[in-house]
């Protein structure tokens, strides 16, 4: 006897599979990183990174404009400083880049959420996210220059500060800094679950922070560890975070699937820059259809249970969307 359940019935048309599409996705949902260098007129492009640019704050506003206009409302911002030292000070300097550029894009751009990156490593000599003695990352020395960072950022007209360095403890320090500086509508989007992964190789050429020595195993997660993310996602949560993020996204969706059944706040997941230059390579080369993959992509970290996604391919998806994919 032929089955009663016939799932193509559901199938049939386009109108009847949105009316029963489980998961959506909209702009609203994306954020969008951003690389801020300092000078003028500047607008760089990152080689691993089609599409991608450096932009001096100038050309970044005139950039924000078209971004704007293509739905996305939500920017993740990070800085290349004019000067690099041990201690990482353009970080925590009220001059320093992203300081201007918040206060610039807050005045063009009220309407926007501003998001910065809390993080030492585009600012040391040595490209680590926090202080080094004797070839060792500091962890306890580190949060205070992260706390100021924090504090500068918030006074500048950051939305929401975005700690990346996974140093123990960062959370709770920086939240005690906001709120001894009367900041306590920051929220703080902790980098939770953070892999030493080797997916962030041209964030590196973006970013300019490659280490000088080692790499980032000793606070970076163990790929291969699981649990350990639900320890970290907790801690942050205890000590004050408002959203948490899985970094990278699509090789840790069950990581994402995870934290999102076990904690009540929102979760955001980064697609990194590996997964979008493995996609724009092969759709450079005819092999994929890159409209379809996006979207594929995107769908199925917002289905492992991201409530937000940080992509480089948020203006360009926001641009397919208006066209009608």
């Known amino acids: ?13 386009a109108a009847l599979r949105d009316l029963v599409q489980e998961t959506r996705l909209t702009v609203g949902q994306l954020i969008y990183p951003m690389f801020i260098r300092f000078g003028s007129d500047h607008k760089i492009p ?22 704007q206009e293509m739905g996305v409302r939500s920017i ?17 300097d009220p001059e320093g880049i992203i300081q201007q550029a918040l206060r610039a894009f807050n005045e063009h751009f009220p309407q926007l959420t501003l998001i910065a990156d809390l ?11 926090g202080v080094v003695k004797d070839g060792w990352i500091q962890n306890d020395e580190s949060l205070e220059l992260l706390a100021r960072t924090a504090v500068q950022q918030a006074l500048a007209g950051a939305d929401i500060v975005a700690p990346s360095d996974m140093m123990d403890g960062r959370v709770a320090a920086i939240r005690a800094a906001l709120d001894g500086h009367g900041l306590i509508n920051t929220p703080i989007m902790s980098y939770a679950a953070k892999y030493a992964s080797g997916f962030y190789g041209p964030f590196r050429e973006a970013a300019e922070n490659t280490p000088e020595f080692g790499d980032r195993r000793t606070y970076q997660m163990n790929p291969a560890n699981r649990r350990e993310a639900i320890r970290e996602v907790d801690l942050d949560i205890a000590e004050g975070a408002d959203i948490v993020i899985v970094k990278p996204a699509m090789p840790y969706l069950d990581i994402l699937s995870d934290i999102k059944g ?19 390579a092969a759709a450079g080369h005819g092999w994929i259809d890159a409209k379809r993959v996006v979207e594929e992509s995107l769908l199925s970290i917002r289905r492992a249970g991201a409530d937000l996604i940080i992509t480089y391919f948020a203006p360009q998806y926001g641009q397919w969307r208006q066209q009608g994919m």
């Open 119 to 129: 993080c030492l490593c585009e600012y040391t000599d040595h490209g680590h996210c």
């Open 1 to 13: 006897m032929f089955p009663v359940d016939r799932p193509r019935r559901l199938r049939a048309s």
């Open 46 to 67: 990152i080689r691993s990174m089609p599409g991608i640019y450096q932009w001096s704050i100038d050309r970044a506003l005139e950039h924000l404009a078209v971004v």
């Open 262 to 280: 076990h904690v009540s706040v929102p979760v955001a997941a980064y697609q990194v820059s590996g997964e979008y230059s493995m996609i724009q």
């Open 76 to 92: 993740l911002l990070f800085g290349i400083p004019e000067h690099k030292d041990a201690m990482g000070r353009e970080a925590y």
